[in-house]
């Protein structure tokens, strides 16, 4: 079950349906399905799950279920719900054992940690401690090295860099490609494609809008809602030959996302500035400028 568990979290099968392993006697298990349902967008039952695995004996999965939750609540745009989540994750990892592929380990728990300790400093716009945070990150499995390549892109794009953002952004595209790790490696077309269209390079501009074009085609064949919505208002007013069907894609996908939430994790984003509530009253995005903190896992 775990070899299939790991293919579905971080392979080739983002899609796969994963209910029956929410009743798995490993923990480990119970985790790597919450990871699944929330790449589907199952936030609510994810959350069910992650609430448990907090308080497991194993602190490398306790950690990892803290800041799994925290990334998911920064996807809605509560980033201030997530913080303490992740400073609490990183209190209950100890030492810095590495070995396992995909992270799953000490090493790796500490790295996610810290990552979405920056994430949320990006998030609330202290990026002087966003950077300092990233300097602690020590990347010692491909995960890692991707996640980091998102959070610095994103940094650098909060910073007003979209030049400096495309490096790391490439970077996380070519790790999480050669690793055929598929949802890593639509989000970091994602974050490529909205820092090469943010740069503003007639030929960036092109190449940037192909890689989100196709990466949203990809997100929605394969049922990823929340890179859909993201997606989409990424090309709104940046192709305008997909523009109003994007518009449509988006408010679909995200309506979809609020439905499988959790009431905290809804409510948080009804709240929150990040998130484009606004285009499920009125149908227009109140903000589809790329720049704007959404890419943020």
Not at 131 to 150: D, K, P, Q, Y
Not at 259 to 273: E, F, I, M, N, T
Not at 277 to 297: K, M, V
Request: glycine share 10%.
């Amino acid at each position: 079950m775990e070899e299939e568990l790991r293919r579905a979290a971080f392979g080739d099968s983002p899609d796969l349906a994963v209910w029956s392993a929410l009743r798995a006697g490993s923990s480990r298990a119970r985790w790597l399905a919450a990871v699944v349902l929330g790449g589907q967008g199952h936030y609510a039952a994810a959350a069910t799950v992650l609430a448990a695995l907090r308080h497991d004996p194993d602190p490398v999965i306790a950690s990892l279920s803290l800041s799994t939750r925290a990334s998911h609540l920064r996807q809605l745009g509560a980033h201030h719900l997530a913080r303490p989540l992740d400073g609490a994750a990183l209190a209950r990892v100890r030492g810095a054992d590495a070995g396992d592929p995909d992270g799953i380990d000490a090493a790796g728990a500490r790295t996610d940690a810290l990552l979405g300790l920056a994430a949320d400093s990006l998030g609330a716009q202290r990026l002087g401690e966003a950077r300092r945070l990233l300097a602690r990150v020590e990347t010692r499995s491909w995960r890692a090295e991707v996640r980091r390549g998102w959070v610095t892109a994103e940094l650098e794009l909060a910073s007003g860099r979209a030049q400096a953002a495309v490096a790391p952004a490439e970077e996380a595209y070519g790790v999480a490609t050669g690793r055929k790790a598929l949802r890593h490696e639509l989000k970091s077309a994602l974050v490529l494609g909205t820092s090469l269209v943010v740069r503003g390079t007639p030929d960036g501009l092109v190449r940037g809008r192909r890689l989100v074009e196709c990466e949203l085609n990809h997100s929605s064949l394969k049922g990823l809602p929340p890179l859909i919505w993201p997606s989409a208002l990424v090309l709104v007013g940046h192709a305008p030959t997909v523009g109003a069907d994007a518009l449509g894609r988006a408010t679909d996908a995200l309506s979809c996302v609020l439905r499988r939430a959790d009431a905290v994790s809804r409510q948080a984003a009804l709240d929150s500035p990040w998130m484009p509530i606004g285009l499920l009253r009125s149908g227009e995005p109140p903000n589809a400028d790329p720049q704007a903190n959404f890419l943020t896992d």
